[in-house]
């Protein structure tokens, strides 16, 4: 019913709408309108009321909601079902239970804050409630479980992708699963699955993007995206811009391939051409980042000349 409401408002272009207009549309009492006007207004929207003439939308929260992320967002399948928490342990985790139950693939789980946030190989994820895109999305794609490490770097695509549109910044992408803005990381991506022997059943696609939180409260490899336009940016317009490309991103993976990934992949990439240090499997491989192959691992080039292919590990880049 909320949003019911929040369309009359829209729709009135700004001007005073009365109580008993609202009513009358909805069909519900006069009492029942005044209900849902301050269940808005607590969730932190601005509405003014007049007496004998009506109420009148002033402003609109920057929060994670259904409200404000479904309105003009235009997807066909991400973001069509949206659940929003104040405050949860970790999207991942509600996540699975969401897609274990049947939930359709491109539901969206968004929270302000978490409390366990989580990133590869359980890493902690910092969460600071309101300022940041903590998200995770459920996938059903039909792959093997072996292509599953290709939502991970598409998603990349499509994180870095939104950066830049939105904010001009020069996002890149860190082989596997960062996205950094000046050397320093401002995303993570985590991609979790559950699988039968040669059949995905469902992916969980976890996106971690620091948008305002300060400079100061984020450890030194790390930044955000206020911290590096140096003003405050809009989340519920930039998640908008990130469900809509991942949507894009996700289309032309199952419809023209991984090719078409790895394409924009290079042009974004932060490690090709340079000289890493790979750990991964319990041994460092050293060399120089040459491409990705069409299977999502890292071609590195060793001092021997052959090269190594390599589906997961922590990169360092040798300065």
């Known amino acids: 019913m909320d ?14 709408i009365s109580g008993e207009e609202i009513s009358e549309k909805l069909k519900i009492s006069r009492a029942a309108v005044w209900k849902h006007i301050e269940q808005l207004r607590k969730e932190g929207y601005e509405i003014v009321g007049e007496p004998h003439v009506g109420y009148r939308l002033t402003g609109t ?20 079902k949206i659940y929003s928490y104040e405050t949860t342990d970790s999207t991942m985790d509600v996540a699975h239970r969401l897609a274990q139950s049947g939930s359709r693939e491109g539901t969206v789980i968004f929270s302000e804050g978490q409390s366990k946030g989580r990133g590869r190989m359980g890493r902690e994820w910092l969460s600071p409630k309101g300022k940041g895109i903590y998200l995770s999305l459920i996938l059903r794609p039909d792959v093997s479980p072996a ?9 990349a695509v499509a994180v870095a992708n939104t950066i830049r549109k939105a904010t ?6 860190k082989w596997p699963n960062d996205i950094l803005i000046n050397n320093r990381k401002v995303c993570g991506i985590l991609t979790e699955m559950s699988a039968e022997i040669n059949t995905v059943k469902y992916i969980v696609l976890g996106i971690g993007i ?22 405050s940016v809009a989340r519920v317009e930039l998640t908008q811009e990130l469900l809509r490309e991942l949507e894009h991103q996700y289309s032309i993976f199952k419809e023209k391939g991984f090719k078409k990934i790895i394409e924009k992949w290079r042009g974004f990439s932060h490690t ?3 000289e890493v240090k790979i750990v991964c499997q ?31 590990g ?6």
């Open 3 to 16: 949003d019911k409401i929040l369309n009359i408002f829209r729709s009135s272009n700004g001007e005073f």
């Open 314 to 319: 922590d990169v360092l880049m040798v300065r």
């Open 61 to 80: 929260p920057d929060k994670l909601i259904p409200e404000e992320i479904s309105h003009k967002l235009g997807t066909k399948i991400i973001g069509k």
């Open 282 to 312: 319990n041994k460092k491989i050293e060399g120089v980042a040459v491409d990705l192959d069409m299977s999502g691992a890292l071609v590195v080039r060793l001092d021997s000349g052959f090269t190594e292919h390599i589906m997961a």
């Open 272 to 274: 090709l051409g340079e």
């Open 168 to 173: 001009h910044l020069g996002a890149l992408i």
């Open 147 to 155: 292509d599953a490490p290709k939502i991970t770097l598409m998603s």
């Open 210 to 231: 620091n948008v305002n939180t300060a400079k100061a409260d984020l450890p030194k490899e790390a930044t955000s995206l206020k911290a590096e336009v140096g003003e």
